[in-house]
């Protein structure tokens, strides 16, 4: 099965490229753009017993690896 | 002083560590492979710059995972001296061995360039060759080094005497200007509480001979070096 | 199956008589995967099939030079039983589609070009060629390169340590990206390409194979349908980290005998560099594509072979050294394949699923590949350019100069490329007419520069490409070093046009004169054609690398200047304003003939400079180049945060020309003691006069009025982040 793991920094910390992205897309026209935020998709094949076991394993993965909870929140999900 | 340097598949600055070591020690420092997991006889344990794993993911996470971590959690438990440099800074905050997070640079660019840093803390045994207040030039070289925490933990560093150095200006002040990076309260390098694990961004090592433009950096190795 | 035909060489890029050549050799219609094979062995890039008849005439022996072009880049003896390896190569058209990819595996090819002999790469350069600033393309594509250049060096830890950037409206459609790498070896442990031993084991290391930029022509072949959107080649993209760990693997086992021959590959992957190992050897290769470390699914062997993934070397090893070296590359996490071996036959032998997919012989793939004697007409001559009146004043003139996107502050740019990893970097990007490392663990010191004026080589191709190698020469003297040798790095348009290979033909008789009077010659090279939008070719850019050699790292000369010294120009300086940037930026003229370079005049003023600088009786040093030498001085000022008193122009000659005038063969110096410096110069009957003093925080013009040095850095710092910093 395929996991989808969606990493973004918190709320709160400072994120320089989402809003340099938001000035950009105001810059070319776009109105009405509000907070941009910028995070990490990843997407991993695993081999597992079933859905519950494949998602606690991806929560395990996040938390270890994938995302540093210190800065970044993260959505462990089925694709 | 017995000086170890890991190496991190992909860091660059553990040739420029080790000559700075061996000018201040005397002899050259053990490299150690990041797979080994022990570091016996060593007092001083260094994480260069670089790139580990391509920082790939985030600067320094995969590295934080090594086979040589637990070795270097026990140095560290022990009272062993560990210094992160640039990439090894990152690498220990994201091993928690330090507190907080670095960040992309708030302009977005890498930088390398010298910036000065005031000491804000003379009293380890790496800073002990530095007056508390003194300004000292280094180069800086990253994408990642703004430095981030709560203000809860950032209190307490300030409160604990954990700060160790801050960007600041040739004359010292703590500007906004002379804050290239953007890191939180100006903060250039942090301490643990027992003051025997330094992590830094800017390069001391790559300003230790007057031909390469200065020494400033000469002080800490040979502090370390006395230790 | 598609069929082979002429007009599939042709979309191949093969003209009809060179697919009845490839008819002839192989006795029979050629496989899609020969067919691939030859019409990247007598591509452009490979065979240098227009410029070779003239590469052949440059100067490129001298008693150090080890090895000169025809290996993976050149490689020179700088003292000390070491050797400099070095060169320099051409990322153009890759940088337009894709900046940011474009320059970072530019970075990355010429940085496997260099350790491929063994050497540890110590210094990257570069030179860049970019449009008009006002377009919103060359800022993204500024913005992507420089990215781009410093990601890759940055990543794998080589300083980039010097360069060169340029704007020119020329340049719109296709800017220039050249990169160079300096490496240090043993001079006993060189590694060449050449292939041997019969029966040895053929091995591939790095990163796995690919579609990456796979010959643009089978798109539009008939193989490839709507379903296969996924097999499109893709541009390149760069791994820097896997580079690093392909450099350490590598010179780990260079450290040990298992290697008989080593490559990289690059442009047309494990075709040329199987191609090119098996031919200098004069032995068969035989590979089995089974045994490719494969990224994507169901690869062909046409694509296999044209693949051009990156971070891949091919190695012919001996064979009882196999576990060893294999216990190197999976130390690094590598990837590690024996995919073939050394035969007798003279062939290339190509097998994959059983079936075999090639089988061409090596010598006339060699021998009978395509070499054009193209038609060439000469540029017409410039006119002399006439008196011009001085619009501005010389105040006001400076302060455009330094200001503008030719001339103006780099730190933007060279601020995003690391310097000083490794730790050796003694004059850093803007410091010295030349970066200068140290040789770690030495005294010694190499000197690198990259150099070219295209506008004058536009103007004059010969002249130009005579300024283009002596101010190569010029920079590295600046700094103290001996001028070794160089490599050049040939961008010019479309050679089927007889102007276009005019301008090339004449741009490296003018190159060869001044390698010959200036004993710097050529030990690689790179060559780039059809650099053309829409018809329009670029200016004609022979870049130079330079490359020079200091015994004392401690002695190396920059530009800042101190108080209480005195400023002498050596050299003659008539005010020639033809083709100078004075003209163009504040007359709005590109106009007239380019100074002219008086060889031996240059060699007699260098080698006294040089002599000077060792004897200790200069302080600074620059060279007289874009801008003339108000603009010389100024940047001295800037360097040291100095000010200067200066006297008036001398009589006879108008105080613009004067000032802003680009003659060539001059150098401004700083000196404690004037008296005796003149002396020695009229020892040598050779021109010096005194222009005036330094000190104070000011440029003063005696006649002509103050401009603080604070007001010149405020100008000479502002377009590059104004213009990259802002939406």
Not at chain 3, 220 to 241: L, Q, W
Not at chain 3, 587 to 593: K, S, Y
Not at chain 3, 635 to 649: F, N
Request: aromatic share 6%; net charge negative; proline share 6%.
């Amino acid at each position: 099965m395929k996991l989808v793991v969606t990493v973004m920094l918190k709320n709160g910390v400072l994120d320089p490229q989402g809003k340099a992205i938001g000035h950009a897309l105001t810059g070319l026209g776009f109105e009405g753009v509000g907070e941009v935020r910028v995070g990490k998709r990843i997407e991993l094949e695993l081999n597992a017993a079933d859905d519950a076991t494949a998602l606690a394993q991806g929560e395990e993965m996040a938390r270890k690896l994938l995302a540093n909870t210190v800065i970044e929140s993260f959505k462990v999900e089925l694709a | 002083m017995r000086a170890a340097i890991v190496v991190f598949p992909g860091i660059n600055r553990e040739r420029d560590m080790a000559i700075a070591l061996t000018l201040a020690t005397g002899h050259a420092p053990r490299m150690v492979w990041h797979k080994d997991t022990t570091l016996d006889g060593i007092d001083l344990v260094v994480l260069p710059g670089g790139f580990s794993h391509g920082d790939y993911l985030r600067c320094g996470a995969m590295a934080a995972q090594s086979p040589i971590m637990p070795a270097i959690r026990a140095h560290a438990a022990r009272g062993g001296l560990v210094m992160g440099v640039c990439n090894g800074f990152q690498i220990l905050t994201e091993a928690g061995m330090l507190p907080g997070a670095l960040l992309r640079n708030s302009g977005l660019r890498f930088l390398s360039q010298d910036c000065h840093l005031r000491v804000e803390n003379a009293a380890t045994d790496f800073t002990r060759h530095y007056q508390k207040g003194q300004v000292i030039r280094a180069p800086m070289a990253h994408g990642d080094g703004n430095y981030f925490a709560d203000d809860e933990t950032l209190d307490r560093l300030e409160g604990e005497g954990l700060v160790a150095f801050r960007y600041a200006t040739t004359s010292g002040e703590i500007t906004q200007a002379a804050n290239l990076n953007g890191s939180q309260r100006s903060i250039a390098g942090i301490l643990s509480p027992n003051l025997r694990v330094l992590g830094l961004m800017p390069h001391p090592e790559d300003l230790v001979d007057t031909l390469m433009g200065g020494t400033d950096g000469l002080p800490l190795f040979q502090a370390l070096a006395a230790a | 199956m598609i069929e082979i035909n002429q007009a599939l060489a042709a979309s191949f890029g093969l003209s009809a008589e060179e697919y009845a050549n490839v008819l002839r050799i192989m006795g029979r219609t050629p496989t899609l995967t020969e067919l691939g094979v030859f019409s990247v062995m007598w591509s452009e890039h490979c065979s240098y099939k227009s410029s070779r008849v003239w590469l052949k005439t440059l100067p490129t022996k001298a008693p150090w030079v080890i090895h000169g072009p025809g290996e993976n880049a050149g490689v020179v003896d700088i003292g000390d039983g070491l050797a400099a390896v070095f060169k320099m190569e051409s990322h153009n058209h890759p940088s337009f589609i894709e900046p940011y990819q474009g320059a970072a595996t530019g970075v990355g090819g010429i940085l496997r070009d260099v350790f491929t002999m063994g050497a540890r790469p110590i210094a990257n350069l570069n030179a860049l060629r970019f449009g008009d600033p006002s377009l919103p393309r060359t800022k993204r594509i500024v913005d992507g390169v420089v990215r781009g250049i410093g990601g890759y060096g940055n990543c794998v830890g080589v300083p980039t340590v010097g360069g060169e950037v340029n704007f020119h409206p020329a340049y719109n459609g296709n800017p220039l990206v050249n990169a160079m790498t300096v490496g240090i070896a043993r001079k006993d442990r060189i590694f060449l390409s050449a292939a041997a031993g019969i029966g040895n084991p053929v091995v591939y290391v790095g990163s796995k194979t690919g579609r990456d930029g796979i010959h643009g022509a089978t798109m539009a072949s008939t193989e490839f349908d709507a379903s296969s959107e996924d097999k499109r080649p893709t541009v390149h993209v760069g791994d820097p980290f896997t580079e690093k760990l392909l450099i350490e693997a590598c010179l780990e086992l260079m450290a040990t005998d298992a290697i008989v021959a080593i490559q990289d590959m690059g442009a047309a992957g494990l075709t040329s560099s199987s191609v090119e190992m098996a031919g200098k050897g004069g032995v068969g290769i035989e590979l089995n594509l089974d045994h490719v470390p494969q990224r994507e699914t169901h690869m062909t062997a046409y694509e296999m072979m044209l693949s051009e993934s990156q971070e891949r070397m091919l190695m012919v090893i001996r064979p009882d050294r196999e576990a060893m070296a294999r216990a190197i590359f999976d130390k690094w996490d590598l990837d590690f394949a024996i995919i073939g071996h050394i035969t007798d036959t003279g062939r290339i032998v190509v097998t994959h699923n059983g079936v075999v997919e090639a089988d061409i012989p090596l010598a006339p793939l060699a021998d009978d590949a395509p070499l054009y004697n193209r038609p060439t007409t000469e540029t017409p001559k410039r006119p002399p350019l006439g008196p011009v009146a001085d619009p501005v004043g010389i105040l006001a003139a400076l302060q455009k100069l330094i200001g503008c996107p030719d001339l103006c502050s780099r730190a933007w740019i060279t601020n995003q490329y690391d310097s000083t990893v490794g730790g050796q970097t003694v004059r850093r990007p803007g410091a010295a007419d030349a970066a200068v490392v140290r040789l770690e663990g030495t005294n010694r010191a190499l000197a690198l520069t990259t150099d070219v004026t295209p506008r004058y080589v536009f103007a004059d191709p010969e002249m130009g490409g005579r300024q283009a190698v002596a101010e190569a020469w010029r920079n590295l003297t600046a700094v103290g070093a001996r001028p070794l040798a160089i490599t050049d790095n040939m961008n010019f348009g479309n050679p089927q046009k007889p102007e276009i290979m005019g301008q090339f033909a004449a741009a490296i008789r003018g190159m060869s004169d001044a390698c010959r009077v200036l004993d710097f010659p050529v030990v690689s090279g790179n060559v780039s054609l059809y650099n053309e939008t829409e018809g329009r070719a670029i200016l004609p850019t022979p870049a130079i690398g330079g490359l020079g050699v200091l015994d004392d790292a401690a002695k190396s000369m920059g530009i800042g200047l101190q108080p209480g010294l005195g400023l002498v120009l050596v050299g003659t300086l008539v005010g020639h304003l033809g083709q100078s940037l004075w003209l163009r930026e504040i007359t709005g003229r590109e106009d007239g003939p380019p100074p002219p370079v008086d060889l031996a005049a240059e060699r007699a003023v260098g080698d006294f400079i040089r002599a000077q600088i060792k004897a200790g009786a200069i302080t600074a040093c620059h060279d007289i180049a874009d801008g003339g030498l108000l603009v010389a001085v100024a940047e001295m000022a800037l360097a040291g945060a100095c000010g200067a008193h200066l006297d008036r122009a001398p009589k006879g000659i108008d105080p613009h020309a004067f000032w802003f005038g680009e003659d060539q063969g001059c150098y401004v110096v700083a000196v404690l003691e004037p008296d005796a410096f003149f002396l020695e110069a009229l020892v040598m009957d050779l021109p010096a006069i005194r222009i005036g003093q330094t000190g104070g925080g000011d440029l003063k013009l005696d006649g002509v009025g103050t401009i603080s040095v604070e007001t010149l850095r405020a100008e000479h710092d502002r377009f590059f982040p104004a213009w990259m910093e802002t939406p």
